[in-house]
């Protein structure tokens, strides 16, 4: 074989393995890239459960959506959450961890509580289209300090035409 076409073969053996690595990842992420109804299950300490919609994008991006009024017994008394934002990210063949956060405000006086930092522990099972994980929630003030800290359960089902 001369230069050239060594040159030529190293690049097509360049561009094949890059197409198929990118597709595999595709087609490994495409089994959690979507939208999920889920519910989370307060465990510890137990403070009931509730409904969430969930969107794992491509790229790594995740986009949660909850009631925007939580009512007591909180800590704080009734709050306001906005839509949480975050990241996401694969730690084995069908497990994942995401990671998002809310702004949170009083509910009667719209004074800026903190934060409420979420992270996942999910594991797809592709052929159920089903999520279960845990998940735990630090909830910040404004100075960035813990608060308090929520643990539970995670369980979702993707969302389809």
């Known amino acids: ?10 690049v097509i053996a360049g561009v094949t393995a890059s197409a198929t690595s990118s597709r595999a990842n595709d087609e490994d992420d495409e089994g959690l890239v979507g939208s999920w109804f889920g519910t989370v299950t307060a465990t510890n300490p137990p403070l009931g ?5 969930i969107s794992f994008h491509d790229g790594g991006v995740v986009i949660e959506s909850r009631r925007y009024l939580v009512p007591p017994p909180t800590p704080f008394g009734s709050l306001l959450e906005t839509t949480g934002h975050g990241a996401w990210e694969r730690t084995g063949g069908n497990t994942f961890k995401a990671f998002f956060r809310f702004l949170l405000q009083n509910a009667e006086n719209g004074v800026p ?3 409420d930092n979420i992270r996942l522990s999910l594991t797809l099972d592709r052929n159920a289209r089903t999520l279960t994980g845990t998940f735990e929630s630090q909830i910040k003030n404004m100075a960035d300090s813990v608060q308090v800290i929520v643990r539970g359960t995670y369980t979702a089902t993707a969302i389809t035409v």
Do not use: Y
């Not at 074989?1 to 190293?10: E, F, I, K, P």
């Open 113 to 115: 509580i903190g934060t």
């Open 49 to 53: 459960q509730f409904n969430d919609l």
């Open 1 to 10: 074989m001369d230069r050239r076409q060594l040159l030529t073969a190293g």
